[in-house]
């Protein structure tokens, strides 16, 4: 199967799952108002990259084929529910006033306020949930892939990045020194660089790797987390709007420092390379065929939007 087959053909299994193990329209009972379930599918279906499922995926396949795939259907669902909640709450007027998301309205600006930080609390839990119940008969794998998820997704990682960056905007906003290059890459170690790190090291883990290429899987995932930031810092500066899907020239709107402010645009496109290099070192360093892998990363630092 050739690349762009293969990535469909795995997003289309993630969206199967993900409309598996998130509650159905209108919800089954005792689920609630249905307002709250609206919302949750309102963001997580509007069409994301699935990104973060598909290297999952793509990790377990390398490690242990088909079956791999299988094992990580659940972790991938659940990664996603994180994505998806980070996004939400990312884009409410107290973080970064969004109105613009994945092509069409924010979740607060298609609901309300409480609802999208409701709709996003939600979907923090059913990450949670699904890997309980998807990992039931597995209690092991299934506490692994809950300690490495919460980890990324936690006070230190995903959510100390986020406060990082707001921490940057806020002192630049009240006329003090932006981010410096070092907590920059604070900032997108953990923001961005920490799930996608977790998306590989937990498909790794349902595919049953050992400690050893974990941590390639690790590494590979930090590279690419750091490309996929700079590329983003790209595309803010030089896509449009409509490409997007989200506001663009936010960045240098706000004053934040990013790669590119920090170092133009062509370095910062030669560090996206850089980093990306780095990552596909780590994944040719592992057992098994990476080809996948390897084209997905070359598409990560090449995408558009
Ligand atoms: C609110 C705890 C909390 C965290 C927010 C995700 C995030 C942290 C902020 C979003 C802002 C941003 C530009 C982050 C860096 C890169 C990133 C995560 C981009 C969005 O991911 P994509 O491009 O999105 O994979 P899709 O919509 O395709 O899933």
Redesign the pocket.
């Known amino acids: 199967m050739d690349f762009s087959n293969k990535l469909n053909a795995l997003a289309a299994r993630v969206e199967g799952t993900l409309d598996a193990l998130v509650p159905a329209l209108p919800p089954p009972a005792p689920a609630g108002p249905a307002r709250i379930h609206e919302a949750m599918r309102y963001s997580l279906r509007a069409g994301?990259?699935?990104?973060r499922p598909v290297l999952a995926l793509a990790a377990a396949e390398l490690a242990a084929g088909e079956a791999g795939v299988e094992s990580a259907l659940p972790v991938a669902a659940a990664l996603e529910c994180v994505?998806t909640y980070?996004?939400i709450?990312?884009d409410l007027p107290c973080?970064?006033d969004d109105d613009l998301?994945?092509g069409r309205p924010t979740c607060h600006r298609a609901f309300d306020e409480a609802t999208a930080l409701l709709a996003g609390d939600a979907l923090l839990n059913q990450a949670y949930l699904i890997l309980a119940e998807g990992y039931a008969e597995r209690p092991v794998l299934g506490l692994r892939l809950v300690r490495e998820l919460a980890a990324a997704a936690s006070g230190a990682r995903?959510?100390g990045?986020?406060m990082q960056d707001l921490l940057a905007e806020g002192a630049s906003a009240a006329g003090r020194p932006p981010a410096s290059a070092g907590e920059l890459e604070f900032i997108h170690l953990n923001?961005?660089a920490a799930m996608l790190e977790a998306s590989l090291v937990c498909g790794g883990l349902a595919g049953g790797l050992a400690a050893e290429p974990l941590e390639m899987l690790r590494r590979a995932g930090r590279h690419l987390g750091l490309a996929?930031?700079i590329v983003?810092d790209v595309l803010d500066a030089t896509a449009d709007t409509a490409v997007l899907g989200k506001t663009a020239g936010k960045d240098a709107r706000a004053g934040k420092t990013t790669y590119v402010s920090l170092h133009g645009l062509d370095t910062a496109r030669h560090l996206a390379a850089e980093e990306t290099a780095r990552a596909t070192d780590a994944l040719r360093s592992l057992p098994g065929d990476s080809a996948f892998l390897l084209h997905l990363a070359d598409r990560m630092l090449k995408r558009g939007s």
Do not use: A, E, I, N
């Open positions: 994301g990259k699935r990104l994505h980070s996004l709450h990312d973080m970064d998301r994945r995903l959510v990045g986020q923001k961005t996929f930031q983003d």
